[in-house]
């Protein structure tokens, strides 16, 4: 089996070199209303002291990054990459809980970002919800399925974004796993 921090850290690497190709090519009206002129600063100190105490467990490739939005506003995005094989039922509970702790610790609005790199093409999330007596809350994240890509495979292999190649690679990783897992058995 294939060791998680193996498989993530590529994920966290390309994304903290490339986030503005990250954002074009997974959440490209976001990357529109970004001035990318200031740049932007990971803020990886910060996401662990926000996921430390969190039960929801430290991801790998998450990141937090702070950028500007082009009316000047200053905000902050985080971008989970999860790197999973299976349906993780709690994964829109701990979008929520990164989202409101880095909303807390900084006083600003935090937009926070799914890419779903498992291999289950039923298990789409963007959202999570609780209610108890009369409380509610809704909590709404963007999200794209990397298995989309496979069926326009044309336009990740025509593309010079970095991260098309990762999907990819990531896709084809997916569909060769089971047949290297039956190699070892």
């Known amino acids: 089996m294939t060791d998680r921090k193996t498989f993530d850290s ?3 690497e390309i994304l903290g070199a490339y986030f503005r190709e990250f954002m074009l090519l997974f959440f490209p009206e976001t ?3 970004i001035d990318w002129e200031k740049g932007y600063v990971p803020l990886d ?10 039960d929801t467990g430290h991801r790998i490739a998450d990141r937090l990054m702070r950028v500007w939005k082009k009316n000047g506003d200053e905000t902050r995005g985080m971008a989970h990459t999860e790197i999973q094989g299976k349906k993780e039922d709690e994964f829109p509970r701990r979008v929520f809980v990164y989202n409101y702790r880095s909303q807390d610790l900084y006083g600003k609005p935090v937009v926070s970002l799914a890419v779903l790199t498992d291999g289950n093409p039923d ?17 709404s994240f963007p999200s794209v399925k ?4 496979k069926k ?3 336009y990740p292999e025509s ?12 896709l084809k990783t997916l569909e060769t796993r089971k047949h290297a897992e039956r190699q070892w058995h």
């Open 159 to 170: 593309s010079d974004n970095p991260f098309a190649v990762a999907v990819m690679a990531h």
């Open 10 to 12: 590529p994920w966290k």
């Open 146 to 149: 990397l298995l989309d890509y």
């Open 31 to 33: 990357e529109k209303e």
């Open 123 to 139: 298990w789409r999330v963007s959202e999570y919800e609780q209610e108890l007596w009369g409380c509610r809350t809704v909590f």
């Open 152 to 154: 326009d495979w044309a």
């Open 45 to 54: 100190r910060e996401l662990r002291q926000i996921t430390r105490e969190s």
